[in-house]
Every structure is written in C-alpha cells, then in structure tokens.
T-cell receptor
C-alpha cells in the first residue's frame, strides 16, 4: 500500500493568490513527481525530484515551482494563481535505486479551481 | 510519434467478456512496464507491472509483454461494471530516468 498524502484535496481561490499544494510520503522514496491532469485528459509531468535539493522541470511548462528540502516532502507553489491553473494536481513517488522497480505510487490529488 | 501510444477508446465490452487493452512504445530498450487504472476524478492506481517477455497473471488480470514487437497488453477476464475506468500504460525507458505514461484507454463495461 502506498502512503502518499496530498493536502488540500480541494481548493477554490481567487486570481492572484499565492498557494502551496502539499505532498508527503512515508515510504522513504527518493523520487517524487508532480503531474497536472485536466478532466478526461492525459497526465502531464510538470516537476520531478530525485532526492533532497534536486528538482527538475517536467515535459509540460508550468509557472509553478517546487522544493525538496526533506525526503518525504515535495510541495508545489503557485506565486500568483490564474484561472488557467485550474486543474487536478497529482503527486507521486517511487524508489530510486539499482534494481528497483521504480513503480510510481500516486497521492489522492488536489483539485484546484481558480476563479 | 508518441513514446507510448494507446487507443483512446472508448472500448465497450459486455459484462463477463474479456477486455483487451493494448499499448505500444517506441524505445526498444525499455525495461519496465506498468498498467494503472484511473476512475473518473480519482488518481491512478497500479494494477500490474511486467518486466519480462510473456504473460503475467494476477487474478482476473493478465499482462502480456512482447519486447520484439514493442507492445504490452492487459487482458481483463470476466469483466465487471466496476472495471469501467481509464487504463494507463506506463513505460520506463532505457535511460531509466523517467516513466512515460500513455494517454489512456477508456473502458466501459456494459451490463
């Protein structure tokens, strides 16, 4: 069973607000990921991290930023939210070591609505 | 050409029948293959992973891998209405740095 948590689960905010989406995992996984997914559409990787102090941008350009100060924590921040940021944000983690399966486990997601 | 391709569907299968979902990938050196199920509005959950050529069975689910032809499939036997979901194929490429997800196949099981 995956132990990966996201808060808040739902968020409705106004344009221009700064928000942080939280993601934590208790499995000790080195790799963590943020995906963006619109309803009925495919997953888009927006950020990933291979360990503490390591962050990379994903395939989809995003105005969000991430940090990885602790292994278990990978928050995503939007400095100034806009309606175009309305989407579902999914966090995932996987084990990163030689011989591991690298299976990704997903959190429950945060559904963000920007008015 | 997308790195991981799936037919978007919808694939409609009668209850009790076998549902067959297919996925092709472009990186011949890919090593790990995953099938996820995603219900509407929920996050993906892992169904199966497969790493070697051949079949791997888990309950009603069978994953099939053919590296020479670069395809991986998922069979669902005795399909149930609860199997109605989007099924995502994911592939870990030869670079081993990222897992690439397909766009998913929407499966509908009709009673």
């Amino acid at each position: 069973e995956a132990d990966i948590y996201q808060t808040p689960r739902y968020l409705v905010i106004g344009t221009g607000k700064k928000i942080t989406l939280e993601c934590s995992q208790t499995m000790g996984h080195d790799k963590m990921y943020w995906y963006q997914q619109d309803p009925g559409m495919e997953l888009h990787l927006i950020h990933y991290s291979y360990g503490v102090n390591s962050t990379e941008k994903g395939d989809l350009s995003s105005e969000s930023t991430v940090s990885r100060i602790r292994t278990e924590h990978f928050p995503l921040t939007l400095e100034s939210a806009r309606p175009s940021h309305t989407s579902q944000y999914l966090c995932a983690s996987s084990e990163f070591r030689t011989g591991s399966t690298d299976t990704q486990y997903f959190g429950p997601g945060t559904r963000l609505t920007v008015l | 050409q997308k790195e991981v391709e799936q037919n978007s569907g919808p694939l409609s299968v009668p209850e009790g029948a076998i549902a067959s979902l297919n996925c092709t990938y472009s990186d011949r050196g890919s090593q790990s293959f995953f099938w996820y199920r995603q219900y509407s509005g929920k996050s993906p959950e892992l169904i199966m992973s497969i790493y070697s050529n051949g079949d791997k069975e888990d309950g009603r689910f069978t994953a099939q891998l053919n590296k020479a032809s670069q395809y991986v499939s998922l069979l669902i036997r005795d399909s149930q209405p609860s199997d109605s979901a989007t099924y995502l194929c994911a592939v870990r490429g030869s670079s081993a740095s990222k897992i690439i997800f397909g766009s998913g196949t929407r499966l509908s099981i009709r009673p």
